[in-house]
């Protein structure tokens, strides 16, 4: 198979979606492998690298995309990118598409196979997804923390405790993975750390596990009462493929203390706050009523290096069982990738999209075979 390895356009996105080594097992299986001059640099990979890995090195991303039947990205097709997309394609990364509806419809139109990194399902578990939600986990209360100081616009307070002055409060929102390792580094770093979560056996793992942090059901009477004395919020709400539900409302915000912070990890998902709105790391934060909100819609990118081998960890038997059977004959022995695809043959597939942006969906077993 031709397989395609683009660089990234999205703003400061500085992963790629396959390292050196991958590239290379591609390559030794007998696959042609087609990278952008500059794919791997934000992570620190050079084309010499990818040269020796037997890649392909082409100069422009239209002649990659014309040259390639698969496209392995990182994060969802930006414009210029859909516009070279077509039926011939097969479409490998992060979509979000719960949270755009242009790109919904623009992606399903190009005809292309759309297959989404975030909503493949290996029983109850989202392996591809995971790695990102754990570093965007882990890095949600050192960004809150940074930002509490005050010539941040934070209300100047360390999430850590120091003698004579309890610790800050620290409120997470889901107790999934990213959830998990956000109360796991913010509980390290000192912080009073509680986890508002619906499921009670979650609860009890991460009480088991986690002693020092509390546990709560996630209920609005909870939450509001949680609000009123926290510095750190962190929503890390997921439901696989569907917009993140407005767990905070732009009323609740008037709850908080002044000078406080929201870390919406859910942001990819549209966020769980009512007023998040996607940033940037260039431009990380805004503040409404009075509570600063950091809401990077590609958090693990600041640490590209180890989000690129985590991804490609995770990532690299997929693209061979694509490349090496072709989409149908993989799909037909690997059922969980079914739930990956969200668009083809000009068709919604995904209910849970569909229903984000109120559009007509056909499943994807209605549909005859798109080919190898």
Not at 239 to 251: D, F, I, Q, W, Y
Request: proline share 5%.
């Amino acid at each position: 198979m031709h397989i395609g390895l683009p660089k990234e356009i999205k703003k400061q996105e500085h992963r790629v979606a396959m390292t050196p080594a991958v590239v290379a097992s591609l390559v030794h299986s007998g696959h042609q492998v087609n990278v952008e001059r500059g794919a791997g640099l934000g992570a620190g990979y050079s084309d010499e690298e990818y040269s020796f890995a037997g890649a392909s090195m082409l100069d422009r991303p239209d002649l990659l995309f014309a040259a390639s039947e698969l496209i392995v990205k990182v994060k969802e097709p930006q414009p210029d990118e859909v516009a070279m997309l077509n039926d011939s394609h097969t479409l490998l990364t992060y979509l979000h598409l719960a949270a755009d509806k242009q790109l919904t419809q623009s992606l399903t139109a190009s005809g292309c196979t759309g297959l989404a990194y975030e909503t493949l399902a290996v029983g109850e578990r989202l392996p591809l997804l995971e790695p990102m939600s754990e570093i965007a986990g882990s890095m949600a209360p050192i960004a809150g923390a940074y930002h509490l100081a005050k010539h941040t616009g934070g209300r100047g307070t360390l999430l850590s405790s120091v003698p004579g002055v309890g610790p800050s409060k620290a409120v997470v929102l889901g107790g999934g993975t990213a959830g998990m390792h956000a109360a796991r580094v913010a509980a390290g770093m000192g912080a009073d750390v509680t986890i508002l979560e619906l499921d009670f056996e979650r609860m009890r793992m991460l009480e088991m596990n986690f002693p020092q942090i509390h546990t709560m059901y996630s209920s609005e009477a909870n939450l509001r009462e949680l609000l009123r004395s926290v510095d750190l919020l962190v929503g890390a709400v997921l439901l696989p493929g569907a917009a993140a539900p407005k767990l905070v409302t732009r009323e609740m915000l008037g709850l908080m203390p002044e000078g406080s912070v929201i870390v919406d990890i859910a942001v990819d998902q549209g966020g769980c706050v009512e007023s998040t709105r996607a940033t940037t790391h260039a431009a990380p934060t805004f503040t409404e009523s009075g509570v600063l909100h950091y809401c990077v819609a590609n958090m693990p990118a600041a640490y590209a290096r180890t989000a690129t081998i985590a991804l490609s960890n995770v990532t690299a038997a997929w693209i061979g069982r694509i490349a090496g059977l072709g989409l149908e004959s993989a799909l037909s022995q690997f059922a969980e990738l079914a739930s990956a695809v969200n668009c083809t043959q000009g068709m919604l597939t995904n209910e849970a999209v569909a229903q984000s942006h109120d559009l007509p969906w056909t499943p994807r077993e209605a549909l005859g075979s798109s080919g190898d």
